[in-house]
């Protein structure tokens, strides 16, 4: 596959004033777990805000602690000074306390123009979770048929939910064949991030024009695993081909813990918390250590990986509980580790670049 489909690949920008101009609306979606399908079936776009990187941090930084992380100090700063102007809604997923204070932000002290609708996620896996996630959908799709003055059917619900169960599994395929695949790290994320923003049926155009091969069989570089939120600067990427190293599955927020399996309960509500709940064992969801260890091993034993890069965004308390216990258990059964934390304002630090450098030639 050449490098043409990567250019191809629209802006945010574009996506969704297209989508507007066909009579749709846009939701500003801020991480982790959310009903992509349930915001379709109302005509409404799903674009993700992991940031932005590039925003003026003082709008947020005057309103937030020095130590919230900078996710939700710039998704603040970016509402603030009207980057999200073009949403009709914004959605705040309640993933951990920061993002919960930026609901109550937005929602009691500085309201923006549109509505701000939190939603909130089990801290269990159990059926007692599922289905009062179901009630949680159930209680979102009342409000956004306040703000829509739609009802949408059943049937239009389940048409929706498959869409984006075809959209999950080429996701899914993407990820476990991406060692075949002839792109580099880079472009790899380059083209599965645009899940966070293109409508499904985009995506799954996308994604069969790369699963169409051709393939070049396993790629060069020493494998590892790559957890953290979010690869912001994308530069991360370039560096650890730059030493050789290559990424070989990884667990982060906002790609690898979001391969939902398609759900199988017949109505349509709890099919969606079917999907959701899921996925691999996150903090978001209260899961064990234990379990997100075990995820871990299952990944270096499927992939061979050779180590562990924990890419931290910086005060990321959820991340930094979970840390020293991943770190250790990993240590136990021989895979070396090294941590980076960053702001996602900033580009790669020469320092940041010395770890991942001293880390590679460690393990050659």
Same mark, same amino acid.
């Given at each position: 596959?050449?490098?043409?489909?990567?250019?191809?690949?629209?802006?945010?920008?574009?996506?969704?004033?297209?989508?507007?101009?066909?009579?749709?609306?846009?939701?500003?979606?801020?991480?982790?777990?959310?009903?992509?399908?349930?915001?379709?079936?109302?005509?409404?776009?799903?674009?993700?805000?992991?940031?932005?990187?590039?925003?003026?941090?003082?709008?947020?930084?005057?309103?937030?602690?020095?130590?919230?992380?900078?996710?939700?100090?710039?998704?603040?700063?970016?509402?603030?000074?009207?980057?999200?102007?073009?949403?009709?809604?914004?959605?705040?997923?309640? &993933?951990? @306390?920061?993002?919960?204070?930026?609901? +109550? /932000? $937005?929602?009691?002290?500085?309201?923006?123009? =549109?509505?701000? %609708? *939190?939603?909130?996620?089990?801290?269990?896996?159990?059926?007692?979770?599922?289905?009062?996630?179901?009630?949680?959908?159930?209680?979102?799709?009342?409000?956004?048929?306040?703000?829509?003055?739609?009802?949408?059917?059943?049937?239009?619900?389940?048409?929706?939910?498959?869409?984006?169960?075809?959209?999950?599994?080429?996701?899914?395929?993407?990820?476990?064949?991406?060692?075949?695949?002839?792109?580099?790290?880079?472009?790899?994320?380059?083209?599965?991030?645009?899940?966070?923003?293109?409508? &499904?049926? @985009?995506?799954?155009?996308?994604?069969? +024009? /790369? $699963?169409?091969?051709?393939?070049?069989?396993? =790629?060069?570089? %020493? *494998?590892?695993?790559?957890?953290?939120?979010?690869?912001?600067?994308?530069?991360?990427?370039?560096?650890?081909?730059?030493?050789?190293?290559?990424?070989?599955?990884?667990?982060?927020?906002?790609?690898?813990?979001?391969?939902?399996?398609?759900?199988?309960?017949?109505?349509?509500?709890?099919?969606?918390?079917?999907?959701?709940?899921?996925?691999?064992?996150?903090?978001?969801?209260?899961?064990?250590?234990?379990?997100?260890?075990?995820?871990?091993?299952?990944?270096?034993?499927?992939?061979? &990986?050779?180590?562990?890069?924990?890419?931290?965004?910086?005060?990321?308390?959820?991340?930094?509980?979970?840390?020293?216990?991943?770190?250790?258990?990993?240590?136990?059964?021989?895979?070396?580790?090294?941590?980076?934390?960053?702001?996602?304002?900033?580009?790669?630090?020469?320092?940041?670049?010395?770890?991942?450098?001293?880390?590679?030639?460690?393990?050659?």
């Amino acid at each position: 596959m050449t490098t043409e489909n990567i250019f191809s690949i629209p802006r945010r920008s574009q996506v969704a004033r297209q989508f507007k101009q066909h009579g749709g609306l846009v939701a500003a979606v801020l991480p982790i777990h959310y009903p992509r399908a349930l915001l379709r079936a109302f005509n409404i776009l799903p674009m993700e805000v992991w940031g932005p990187p590039q925003v003026d941090v003082s709008y947020g930084a005057a309103h937030v602690q020095p130590y919230v992380c900078s996710i939700v100090r710039n998704a603040l700063s970016f509402i603030l000074t009207g980057g999200l102007d073009v949403a009709d809604l914004i959605m705040i997923p309640h &993933a951990c @306390d920061s993002l919960q204070g930026l609901g +109550s /932000i $937005l929602l009691d002290f500085l309201p923006p123009k =549109q509505p701000a %609708i *939190p939603i909130y996620v089990p801290r269990n896996d159990r059926k007692e979770g599922e289905i009062f996630f179901a009630e949680e959908l159930q209680l979102l799709y009342a409000r956004l048929e306040e703000i829509t003055q739609k009802s949408p059917s059943d049937e239009v619900l389940v048409e929706s939910i498959r869409r984006e169960e075809i959209a999950d599994e080429l996701l899914a395929r993407l990820h476990k064949q991406r060692g075949s695949l002839q792109l580099t790290d880079y472009d790899f994320y380059l083209n599965i991030r645009a899940r966070e923003y293109l409508p &499904a049926e @985009d995506f799954i155009e996308l994604a069969q +024009s /790369i $699963l169409v091969g051709p393939f070049d069989g396993q =790629q060069d570089g %020493i *494998p590892i695993i790559l957890s953290g939120i979010v690869p912001e600067p994308m530069g991360l990427l370039k560096t650890i081909s730059q030493f050789g190293g290559r990424v070989a599955a990884d667990d982060l927020a906002c790609c690898g813990r979001r391969l939902y399996p398609p759900g199988s309960n017949q109505d349509p509500f709890l099919r969606m918390a079917e999907s959701i709940l899921g996925v691999s064992p996150d903090w978001c969801r209260g899961s064990p250590i234990q379990d997100r260890l075990d995820h871990l091993q299952r990944m270096i034993d499927s992939t061979g &990986a050779q180590g562990a890069i924990f890419y931290n965004v910086k005060f990321c308390e959820p991340e930094l509980f979970d840390l020293p216990d991943l770190r250790r258990g990993l240590g136990e059964i021989g895979i070396p580790t090294t941590t980076i934390e960053i702001d996602i304002s900033d580009p790669i630090s020469s320092q940041a670049m010395t770890r991942i450098e001293a880390f590679f030639e460690m393990i050659q």
